[in-house]
Nanobody, 122 residues
Framework: VQLQASGGGLVQAGGSLRLSCAAS????????ISWFRQAPGKEREFVAL????????YYADSVKGRFTISRDNTKNTVYLQMNSLKPEDTAIYYC????????????????WGQGTQVTVSS
């Protein structure tokens, strides 16, 4: 499966952005899709996952209540709605796909998009 992330940009603290992850190739509905992010000088970290089965969604504690992940299987697209953004959310955001129902480890995701930059100014 091929993934393409988009929707990043520059936003002030407290603002919102919606990221999109468009997929092509194999049956999209059979994959769990996660968002990871990597800030300068830091390791890549898990942000959110939407599974192909129930329970459907998981979030890192740092974004719970502010970010919402959703999917539209008819459009082969996963979205990450990011509200109440903080400067510490600044990072490159990557979407990734896995056949596993659930994982927060980047090593369980064999398919990756190219990343989209999110910058939150204070």
């Amino acid at each position: 499966v091929q993934l393409q992330a988009s929707g990043g940009g520059l936003v002030q603290a407290g603002g919102s952005l919606r990221l999109s992850c468009a997929a092509s190739g194999r049956t999209f509905s059979g994959y769990s899709i996660s968002w990871f992010r990597q800030a300068p000088g830091k390791e890549r970290e898990f942000v959110a996952l939407i599974s192909w089965s129930d329970p459907p969604t998981y979030y890192a504690d740092s974004v719970k209540g502010r970010f919402t992940i959703s999917r539209d299987n008819t459009k082969n697209t996963v979205y990450l709605q990011m509200n109440s953004l903080k400067p510490e959310d600044t990072a490159i955001y990557y979407c990734a796909a896995s056949g596993l129902r659930y994982s927060t480890s980047q090593y369980d995701f064999p398919y990756w998009g190219q990343g989209t930059q999110v910058t939150v100014s204070s």
